[in-house]
């Protein structure tokens, strides 16, 4: 990529210490900085931003899961009054993908759709109703082709392909398959073969979305300077931002990406989507700038959302307790197109290789496309699903050796500074601690095994990544990139490629500088998210924000820091180290009455050297398995969480209620230990809600002509928990200090969700005896799996606990048993 | 965000000017109480009209009334949540309270009004989708089309009854009072007011309004519950309902009446109940008894979200659970 130049190593970490003395900023409990301002309304979303002139744009959408495009008329439209641009794909003619290595959308279908939703045309209109007007005048002409809604189906059945051309434009070799990854650590058959306890089981996970309550939103301008400005409800400015000169077929240098305040992702925004590069078309044939907002319903084809995953698991170990092998494999169901399908592909497998070590294990996951809205990644990215196989496997063998399940975990820890199996390096681990936290926070030692029968607790545990090693098109330069700028009036900007979407990001970045430079939050100001005036950053996607550009935020806040001491130093005519720069002062370390304002400070730096800037840049250090494949799931440092939940199960109604969830999220240092809490309550949250409530389900009987159509594209039906369907969160933070992280964070937004389903699962089990294996648990489920229990066995249940028949059937019997009696 | 199409707007000071609205633009005119039901079924282009008569300026419907017979008269208007903490429903009714407090979530019943529930359109996973979704999978015979996609070949559209007023409604016998420019006022029993028919489940002519729902005086010792099935405990409408009602006299079960909902176009009244449960004590083995028996009467339809035989298993379950309900805690005062 460098074309013969010589990567620089950068290595700007600084060490989990506190710039000097004790922290004063980082660990403190502030609000967001933003968090008033969106309470209030002030804050600007992409949707709030109203133009000169500005047009409205609407898409026309396929109602065919998969068709040909014989012809699109588009006359009958742009005749109506007020109708000002139409776009078809033919225009936008580029393929792209946020993986360089499958670029297979377009803006607009070119050819062919491939599933309901897809989008086909593009129109800008004076308002959105003349726009929706002019949709229903565009003639399009679909030859039906076979669909695929089955994922067996795609797996065996290669004709007609869902994608008939590969990345280069030549034929597609691979069929309906999206992805294929096989890799295998040691023997693992026979570690498993020759075990003293082995688990065998198949799992379900069903899709669900991201829902964010921002549905998906662009505003373009084509200015007459020739710079071409989108503002855009994305968690990815930078992607987009190479998309769209791609695709638009224009130099970068004239394309200007903003992202304003985003009403949560969660993952669902970061991709190039369609619409983006639609109102950038428009407002480029129009002269006028033009605004696309999603329906809801929109935002549901759009998707991206969690895949769902069939997975055989096979989980053996020794008499004691131990370990000795781990194999699955998993079918995935990708959706119509790439997406980040090849990073779930390998993560399905990559991401599982800790808390809990695997002496031996392999890998068999296929990705493959079929005729529904596409999937993506969803917070947790494709580890979640195999993470929920994987736990409830570990309880199974827990119960097969008489072994607590939190004793089982101890026994099988992957330790701090180790290797897995599949070669990830583990730095700092806060496992243990974890566990011992969720065990005495829960009271679990006097519930498990020992609630009345419908009650019961279980546990699980898991690990993720702090960012990805490497950025999504292969390149040597910094993954993060700050620029902090400190002014004669004693603010510090710092200029952030980052997004925040709510995770707070931009507030970590404050406080990382705040902390540097010894200012209160009010004194630093952030700009984020602007690729005109920000340093280039990768995006909001795999929990990177915080150890990656906090990395180069305290970086270019420890070189202005040197140069603040150093002014004051003489000064004051002490050394520079002797300066201490807290709470908006700088002052001698000996002599706390000598101090003048950080104003005062930076006024004397300035005079002292020049203008005050500093960039600051991070990148990660080499990592990962030396195999093909063995960089994907490589992170700085990895997070552990434990996850302890207490369920009732309403035997009679198979009805599940969450009680509580306990959960220990080792994050490395809390920086904002009241944002930490957030995420673990909200991924918890997310979590619970996919056990039970949430279903991104497509109707996929082919003989039916509802075949192809999303079932519940609203959030009416699409059952986002509200405030009375959400369990108790009692989420504690352990602190490991890692090594590499910025004072030593790591990620805290997406791990935290992944044992929140296997915990439910595993309390259902010590609640009545039934171990579920496919989700959603819905109460149908719930009662089948009881019913099954009591067919198999009329004896107690493995925990002691006896359970009445309740069944329909069962009572009806009783009910005509006691008549019987009476008469 | 989904649009509402054109429409010309109305909000008149009396009743007469409603109805000569009514009478002048027939089946063109839709009145709209809170609107949390017609502006959303607008919105994905379920219900049309060219004019829209808003009832939020008529004076006197929102009121409750003594009647002489001891029974109480409820303006039309009422919104559900005024309904719902009404202290003379509260204590002589408290099974509909329990009810209309259950509708939607809170903002919707601050909205939405009694006789907007009572006149609710019914529902299906097959119509309460936007143009788009109903266009790609073929229109149905409740808007647009002709097929049925619930069953295969079915000429009668059985989209749900979905208001949780109505099952109370009918255990409680309430009376509907409408009224038309044409004919005047007209009282129908609840039971005859709603027909088997998902597109019209109502006998409510395009001309008429409702104005009133008046209830009898509650019978000496009055139980009553209801019980919904739903995946959240807030917002959703009902996968399936109960409503059950009976007077408790020297420790037996008297006129038992129990309305199960959610199921078909109309809200079902179980039969044969009364007579099961007359003169007997209210203990388990009786709701065991009554449980099954409704069971056999119930057969849902996949018409809306949740399986069909799971809903049916529930019927029992659920009649059951409203019973104890009702002798627990549905007592009138």
């Known amino acids: 990529m460098a074309g013969g130049i010589e990567r620089k190593v950068i290595n700007t970490t600084h060490g989990p210490d506190a710039p000097h003395g004790d922290f004063t900023r980082v660990g403190q409990r502030a609000r967001k900085i933003d968090g008033i301002g969106k309470a209030t309304g002030e804050a600007v979303y992409t949707d709030d931003i109203v133009l000169p002139g500005m047009l409205h744009a609407k898409t026309l959408r396929s109602p065919h899961a998969h068709a040909k495009i014989l012809s699109i008329d588009t006359s009958r439209a742009l005749a109506l009054a007020g109708v000002h641009a139409v776009v078809v794909g033919s225009e936008m003619p580029v393929k792209y993908g946020v993986i360089p290595w499958t670029p297979d959308e377009n803006a607009l279908a070119t050819d062919k759709v491939r599933f309901i939703g897809d989008e086909v045309a593009a129109v800008a209109a004076i308002d959105e109703d003349t726009a929706n007007a002019a949709l229903a005048l565009i003639d399009v002409e679909y030859e039906l082709l076979e669909p695929f809604f089955d994922p067996h189906k795609s797996l065996v059945q290669s004709e007609p392909q869902i994608h008939e051309t590969d990345a280069r434009g030549q034929p597609y070799k691979k069929g309906n398959i999206s992805k294929n990854v096989l890799l295998e650590f040691g023997e693992v058959d026979a570690a498993i073969d020759g075990a003293a306890h082995v688990v065998e089981d198949d799992y379900v996970f069903h899709g669900t979305a991201h829902a964010p309550i921002e549905p998906h939103c662009a505003v373009a301008r084509f200015g007459s300077d020739g710079v ?596 | 965000m989904l649009r509402l199409p054109t429409f010309t707007y109305e909000s008149p000071a009396t009743i007469d000017e409603v109805l000569a609205l009514l009478a002048d633009n027939p089946g063109r005119a839709r009145l709209v109480a809170g609107g949390t039901d017609l502006l959303p079924n607008m919105k994905h282009g379920i219900e049309e009209a060219d004019i829209v008569v808003s009832l939020s300026r008529l004076p006197g419907l929102s009121a409750l009334a003594e009647l002489p017979d001891g029974g109480v008269s409820i303006g039309a208007m009422m919104t559900l949540e005024t309904l719902a903490s009404h202290p003379t429903v509260r204590a002589r009714y408290p099974s509909l309270a329990q009810a209309v407090g259950l509708v939607a979530g809170p903002h919707h019943r601050r909205m939405g009004t009694l006789g907007g529930n009572v006149c609710l359109n019914t529902r299906c996973v097959y119509i309460n989708q936007t143009h788009f979704w109903r266009e790609s999978l073929g229109y149905c015979l409740k808007k647009d089309g002709s097929a049925c996609h619930v069953v295969k070949g079915g000429k009668r559209c059985v989209a749900a009854a979905s208001n949780d007023s109505a099952p109370v409604l009918m255990t409680l016998g309430a009376r509907l009072v409408l009224t038309s420019q044409a004919r005047g006022e007209r009282i129908v029993g609840i039971d005859d007011f709603f027909q088997r028919d998902g597109v019209q489940n109502k006998v409510l002519e395009a001309d008429e309004m409702l104005l009133r729902v008046e209830l009898p005086a509650p019978a000496a010792g009055l139980h009553g519950a209801y019980m919904k099935l739903r995946v959240r405990d807030s917002i959703d409408f009902p996968r399936l309902s109960v409503a059950v009602a009976f007077a408790l006299r020297d420790g037996a079960v008297h006129d038992l009446a129990i309305v199960v909902s959610a199921l078909a176009a109309v809200p079902q009244r179980m039969r044969n109940v009364t007579e099961l449960a007359e003169g007997r004590a209210p203990d388990e083995g009786l709701f065991e008894e009554i449980g099954a028996a409704c069971f056999g009467q119930c057969h849902p339809l996949s018409n809306i979200d949740g399986d069909a035989t799971y809903r049916r298993e529930m019927v029992p379950v659920y009649v059951k659970r409203a019973l104890r309900a009702a002798i627990e805690g549905g007592v009138s005062s």
């Open chain 1, 228 to 823: 071409l400005t989108l503002w855009s409800s994305t968690q990815i400015p930078h992607y987009v931002h190479r998309a769209l000169a791609r695709v638009l077929e224009m130099p970068a240098h004239r394309i200007r990406v903003i992202q304003p305040h985003l009403g949560g992702a969660f993952g669902g925004k970061s991709d190039p989507f369609s619409l983006e590069f639609c109102v950038c078309k428009l407002a480029m044939k129009s002269k006028r700038p033009v605004k696309m907002l999603y329906t809801r319903e929109e935002t549901f084809y759009t998707h991206r959302g969690r895949h769902p995953m069939e997975m055989h698991f096979r989980t053996a170990c020794d008499a004691e307790g131990r370990v000795t092998g781990v194999d699955s494999k998993i079918l995935i169901d990708g959706g119509s197109y790439s997406s980040f399908g090849l990073v779930t592909t390998y993560y399905s497998g990559q991401l599982l290789t800790g808390p809990c070590h695997f002496p031996t294990y392999r890998f068999d996951s296929t990705r493959v496309f079929t005729n529904k809205p596409p999937c993506g990644p969803k917070r947790g990215h494709g580890s979640v699903q195999p993470r929920f196989a994987l736990e409830i496997q570990l309880d199974r063998l827990a119960t097969k050796v008489g072994l607590d399940p939190i004793e089982f975990r101890r026994r099988n820890l992957q330790a701090e500074n180790s290797q897995t199996v599949n070669g990830q390096t583990i730095t700092s681990n806060g496992y243990l601690e974890c566990l011992d936290v969720v065990e005495e926070a829960s009271g679990w030692k006097d519930k498990r095994g020992k609630l009345p029968f419908g009650r019961g607790v279980g546990m699980a545990g898991s690990m993720y990544i702090s960012g990805t090693n490497y950025a999504v098109y292969p390149n040597d330069m910094p993954q993060a990139g700050i620029l902090v700028k400190l002014d004669r009036s004693g603010l510090a900007q710092v200029y952030t490629g980052t997004s925040d979407i709510g995770q707070g990001s931009s507030s970590v970045m404050a406080t990382l500088v705040a902390e540097e430079l010894g200012l209160r939050l009010d004194q630093v100001r952030v700009i984020a998210a602007d690729t005109d005036l920000t340093p280039v950053d990768l995006g909001a996607y795999s929990s990177r924000i915080t150890l990656m550009a906090g990395n180069a935020s305290v970086d270019a806040g420890r070189k202005l820091r040197k140069q603040v001491q150093a002014a004051v130093g003489e000064h004051f005519d002490i050394p520079p180290q002797q300066v201490m720069l807290a709470e908006g002062f700088a002052f001698d370390r000996e002599d706390g009455e000598r101090r003048i304002t950080s104003q005062q400070a930076f006024e004397l730096t300035e005079t002292k050297f020049e203008t005050l800037a500093a960039t600051g840049s991070y990148n990660t250090p080499d990592r990962g398995g030396d195999y093909r494949g063995g960089t994907i799931g490589a992170s700085p440092a990895y997070s552990f969480t434990a996850h302890a939940a207490e369920v009732s199960v309403d035997t009679e109604t198979g009805e599940i209620k969450i009680e509580k969830f306990w959960v220990a999220h080792d994050c490395g240092r809390a920086i904002s230990p009241v944002q930490v809490e957030g995420q673990i309550e909200g991924s918890t949250y997310m979590g619970a809600a996919e056990v039970v409530l949430e279903s991104h389900d497509v109707y996929s009987d082919e003989s039916h002509v509802e075949a192809g159509l999303h079932r519940r594209p609203s959030l009416l039906e699409y059952t986002i928990p509200t405030s009375l369907d959400t369990p108790e969160i009692d989420a504690r933070i352990v602190e490991s200090i890692d090594p590499e992280g910025p004072y030593g964070a790591k990620e805290a937004g997406e791990g935290p969700l992944h044992g929140s389903i296997p915990a439910v699962a595993n309390a259902i089990y010590d609640a009545c005896g039934i171990w579920l294996t496919e989700l959603p648990f819905s109460p149908g489920k719930v009662l089948a799996a009881l019913r099954a229990k009591q067919g198999e066995t009329s004896a107690p249940s493995p925990n002691g606990k006896a359970s009445a028949d309740t069944s329909v059937e069962a009572i009806r019997a009783r009910l005509a048993a006691a008549k019987k009696g009476k008469s």
